[in-house]
């Protein structure tokens, strides 16, 4: 127990998607408070958060109504089960959640992360069909640099060679379309489309893929495929969702309801972990049955529904409507999309890639032959580090650097992120 924070993390942690040789040669920032849209260390340096804390805040980190809500909750009770028991949080939040959703999705399933909303996701596809009488529907179509989360199922439909290769051999065989030309899906319906059980995609952005937005109207036509060709579309809005691409669903931007949605990160406003699959009534009514006969979802986790998580969620949505957030984020997209578009007189600065308050900014060696810069020489993390000194977080995917903010970040914040973005982009790569 002796040292300091950043020593005793280094003797007993392991962190996540991590070279830990690299973590252990270095010196780790230890943030010990939250205020505001700001991170505070160990010493008492303030750090805007500019990706929300991995995607996840949204109000800021010490918002009052937040507590409160928290505070209540844990007056009643933190967790009761699900199994056999009802619970008034998660059946306020389901209520709601269905209000919000794009109109069709009557059900909801808790469970604790985004993978773990696509695992259910991808087994209530496979289950539904198994007992709807098309027993072929078995297989699932991803789109390339797709990433649904780390357990083992979303790592199968996982496109992002990086992260998923190495579990390869654990996984079932998806099929794989491109995430550039939509004859792709269409040529694989045409060939497959009886066997294919649900589509999975990323509504507007592939998030990890590096921020990468497919063309208006992608998501559309990939509903219509789906429907022409009988498979379910599974939307993965656990990145986008609640806000961030200027409408709470990204579905809204097309008019698109799926046929099971994914929620997570952003659901509690980067309180507390929480996911949420929901599904429309006619998928739920295949699993109705006498009891016994197999036919009920088998799966469930102990925390599902988790009381104080869902207390957390329903604060975020109360804060939804007495703010007018979407409003916010729509002034401070549009001031962010000024601001970011004067990067590219950076001769480092490649394509720059923004849907409402996620942006990527690609940074290459030779902007005119978009020539990459060698990933070894890891510039995108240089350029992150160097931020740390003028008070910005960022974390890039390789060499594009994420931007990310809490949906309550000023334009002022929004300032001071660009332009010490754009001061280290200098320092690390010359020009
Ligand atoms: C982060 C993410 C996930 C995984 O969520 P976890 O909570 O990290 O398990 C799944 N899908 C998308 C689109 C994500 O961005």
Redesign the pocket.
Known sequence: MSGGIAERDQRNLWHPFTQMSDWLDGRPLVIERGEGNYLVDSEGARYFDGVSS??VNLHGHDHPLMRQRLNEQLERIAHSTLLGLAAVPPTELAEKLVELAPPGLTRVFFS???????EVALKIAFQHWQQSGQTRRTRFVSFEQA?????LG?VSVGGIDAFHAPFRPLCFEALWASNTDIRSLERILEEHGDEVAAVCI?PLV???GGMLTFPSGWLARVRELCDESGALLIA?????GFGRTGTFFACEHENVTPDLL?I??SLTAGYL?L?ATLAREEIFESFLAPSGSGRHFSHGHSYTGNALACAAALANLEIFEREDVLARVRLSSDHLRGRLAELERHASVGEIRQVGLIAGVDLVRDRRGRVPFDPAERVGHWVCNALRHHGVILRPLGDTVVIMPPLSSTTVELDHLVDSLSRCIVEVTGG
């Open positions: 991995l995607w604790d992360n985004g993978s773990t909303a696509m990433y649904h989360g780390d357990t979303a990323e592939q998030a990890a993965d809005e656990v990145a986008t994914a997570a990160k972990p996911g």
